[in-house]
C-alpha cells in the first residue's frame, strides 16, 4: 500500500516492515491470483508491489517471464531468495510507484494483490497488451469492519463498485466483492480488449 509519505520515508518503512527472517505475506501465492490464473497462458507478466516475491514466484513456477517492482530493496532480497528455494527467475525492479512507469503495451499479465494507487491505475492499463489480462484485488471500506482494518486509511481502500469501474473498459470475466469478517477486498479478472 501506499503510505503517501515521501519516497525514501515509504522505503524506510517497508525495509523496517519487512526485515525480518520470515515471509510476512508468506510463501504461497494469494488465493485470489491462484484460484485464476488458468485462464491466461504463461508470457510476460508484471507484479505490482511485489513485496516479497509470492505471487512473481509462482507466476514463475507456472512459466511466465515475470518483473516485479517495489520500493522495498528488502523486499527485493526476499523475493530473489525466494525465487531461488523455487529454482525460478525473476527479474526485480526496485521503484517508487507514484513515480514508475510501465512499458506500454509490454505486458501479457499484470497482477496487483493489496497495492492501491488510483493514479496508477491508467498506468497499469497502458502497460496491458492488447488481449492481455489484470488480476487485481484489495481491501474494500469494508474492511474496517474487521478488526485487521481498523487502521486502515480511506485513500488505501476501494469503494463498493470502484474496481469494476476502474475497467468497465475491459472484458470482464470475473468481479467480486467479499467480506469474510477478516478481509473485505474486491477482486478482478479483466481482458483488455
Do not use: C
Request: no cysteine; net charge neutral.
Amino acid at each position: 500500500m501506499v503510505t503517501g509519505e515521501d519516497s525514501e520515508d515509504e522505503r524506510s518503512h517497508w525495509d523496517a516492515f519487512l526485515n525480518r527472517a520470515q515471509y510476512v505475506y508468506g510463501k504461497e501465492p494469494a488465493p485470489f491470483l491462484k484460484e485464476n490464473i488458468h485462464v491466461v497462458r504463461p508470457g510476460r507478466a508484471l507484479d505490482i508491489a511485489m513485496a516479497e516475491g509470492r505471487n512473481a514466484v509462482f507466476l514463475a513456477k507456472r512459466g511466465f517471464q515475470v518483473d516485479g517492482v517495489d520500493i522495498s530493496e528488502v523486499a527485493i532480497r526476499k523475493a530473489l531468495r525466494l525465487a531461488k528455494e523455487n529454482h525460478v527467475t525473476i527479474t526485480p525492479i526496485n521503484a517508487d510507484l507514484n513515480r514508475y512507469q510501465v512499458a506500454p503495451e509490454a505486458y501479457d499479465l499484470i497482477v496487483t494483490i493489496q497495492f492501491l494507487s488510483r493514479p496508477f491505475i491508467p498506468v497499469l492499463k497502458r502497460g496491458l497488451k492488447h488481449g492481455g489480462y489484470v488480476i487485481y484485488e484489495n481491501y474494500t471500506v469494508d474492511q474496517w469492519k474487521n478488526a485487521k482494518g481498523e487502521n486502515l486509511r480511506r485513500d488505501w481502500l476501494l469503494q463498493k463498485g470502484e474496481l469494476k469501474e476502474f475497467f468497465k473498459d475491459y472484458e470482464i470475466l470475473v468481479y467480486k466483492e467479499t467480506n469474510d469478517g477478516t478481509e473485505a477486498v474486491a477482486s478482478i479478472v479483466a481482458r483488455k480488449p
